[in-house]
């Protein structure tokens, strides 16, 4: 039976457990009319971020079983019914990336092709760095690669980071505090309706009241929270959206909260010292990798995706994509119409979900076809 986006408990899940004894909650979507050994099918790593779940990714599941491909999904550490450990270091991209080779161990999977957002796009550029003998290609959607911590460079703290270089990461300083939780689960409904909400979206984009931007630069993002929380004590809140996937997420994180998925942003020092640690090696120039900036994404702009240092790193087999007009973050779910853009072809009707999907699509055909060509040809000297 073909999965359905909008319900949940029409996608296969399960349970593995991984070799550091972390338990986790699994989308194994098997492809659409597939005869031969599970085993042997073509297979994408699928990896999410905050605050989200395996179901921000629903419709490219759905799309790439229909395409014959078996789908891995994984609810990250912290999130769901996955194992919640406290301490920041299991959180850390080297811990989960041996965690998803853990887990393509259990599920008998070799090579897969990898994607990831948000968070999932460290995890799927780190997985990269750590085990590329078992990628194919890689795609990230918004999250840019960040080349690993090298030996001997100090560490800048994140405070340091935003005032000198990355102001967009200012809410990150409210995330990483051991309290935020409490402030964010105070007022969940309204957190997530900025995020999540299919049926919200479609009503600021028909004239209704907009949806705030998300608060990037210091102190925003409490501020936000504390006039949200005050809003919901005198009654004065957003309608809460009625539509079903909106409720999956406001279920879900009700029922596990949000401190854990919290600690990842609770692990840059962590990184860097393991980065250092390990000397990762420069990135295999066999590898394809692809990067899809929104281009209203105020957290991850696209900006941040055009650094040649980036781009050195992958021997010219980083191909960076026009961002997508008009979308922001949350462009794999988004469902609003794409504003005109160079490579839209002129149609004005395609979700903002649905061309996520088509890029990711085409990419693989051409990974797979043995069509893709590097942008830049690596230096011989």
């Known amino acids: ?15 593995v457990t991984v070799p550091s004894g972390h338990r ?7 492809p659409e009319h597939w005869r031969g050994p599970i085993e042997q099918a073509p297979t994408i790593l699928m990896a999410h971020g905050f605050p989200d779940l395996w179901y921000g990714w629903r419709y490219q599941i759905a799309a790439f079983a229909k395409r014959g491909f078996r789908v891995l999904c994984p609810s990250q550490l912290g999130y769901h019914e996955t194992s919640k450990p406290s301490s920041p270091e299991k959180y850390s991209f080297k811990s989960v990336a041996y965690d998803m080779n853990g887990l393509l161990d259990v599920c008998g999977v070799g090579k897969v092709i990898v994607f990831g957002h948000d968070w999932g796009g460290m995890v799927a550029w780190r997985f990269v760095d750590y085990f590329p003998h078992r990628v194919i290609c890689v795609a990230c959607v918004c999250t840019p690669y960040m080349p690993p911590a ?30 935020s939780n ?35 630069k210091v102190g925003e993002m409490e501020s936000r929270m504390d006039g949200i929380i005050e809003a919901k004590r ?13 409720h999956y997420y406001l279920s879900t994180f009700r029922k596990h909260g949000l401190y854990h998925p919290l600690n990842w942003y609770r692990t840059r020092k962590i990184n860097h010292l ?28 696209p900006a941040m995706a055009n650094n040649p240092a980036v781009k050195k790193c992958f021997s010219g087999n980083l191909r960076v ?22 490579f839209h072809l002129g149609r004005q009707d395609v979700r903002y979900c649905d061309e996520v999907t088509r890029l990711l699509a085409e990419f693989v055909d051409e990974v797979l076809g043995g069509k893709w060509q590097p942008e830049d040809a690596p230096s011989k000297l």
């Open 1 to 15: 039976m073909a999965p359905v986006p909008s319900d949940p408990a029409s996608f296969n899940h399960r349970f």
């Open 24 to 30: 986790y909650h699994l989308i194994d979507q098997h």
């Open 274 to 301: 393991e980065e250092q640690a390990a000397r990762i090696g420069p990135l295999p120039a066999h590898i394809p990798a692809l990067m899809i900036p929104a281009e209203k994404d105020p957290a991850l702009p």
């Open 182 to 216: 409490v402030k964010i689960e105070e007022a969940l409904e309204q957190f997530l309706t900025t995020n999540f909400s299919p049926s919200v979206r479609a009503l600021a984009s028909e004239g209704g009241k907009p949806m705030p931007q998300f608060p990037v």
């Open 150 to 179: 090298k030996p001997g460079v100090p560490f800048t703290p994140t405070e340091e980071l935003v005032r000198t270089k990355l102001p967009n990461f200012g809410y990150q300083l409210f995330f990483a505090r051991e309290d």
């Open 321 to 342: 994509l026009p961002p997508i007009m008009g979308a922001d973050h949350w462009v794999l779910q988004a469902s609003h119409s794409l504003a005109p853009a160079p």
């Open 234 to 246: 005198r009654g004065e809140s957003r309608p809460v959206p009625t539509d079903p996937e909106y």
